[in-house]
């Protein structure tokens, strides 16, 4: 999950790369979103108004980031 969600960081930006939080928890399963989340990686907002209203996005927080990138440049070491 960290690698994707640091390609389409790294690729868009801070402000352009949330995702809703349902499609993070089909794609990747519910509680390693949910661990995410609780351990920072992931900030997680709920949206005030508009038509996601009442839908919750996530994006990397900056220790995710910090995190993504530590593990991609130690697994390009293999």
Not at 36 to 60: D, K, M, N, T, Y
Request: proline content about 1%.
């Amino acid at each position: 999950m960290l690698e994707d969600l640091l390609s389409v960081h790294s690729y868009f930006g801070l402000n352009d790369s949330a995702f809703f939080e349902q499609d993070l928890k089909d794609k990747y399963g519910d509680s390693e979103v949910r661990e995410a989340i609780q351990a920072g990686i992931l900030e997680h907002r709920r949206i005030p108004c508009g038509s996601g209203r009442q839908r919750c996005v996530c994006w990397l927080s900056r220790e995710g980031v910090t995190l993504a990138r530590a593990r991609a440049a130690s697994a390009s070491l293999l």
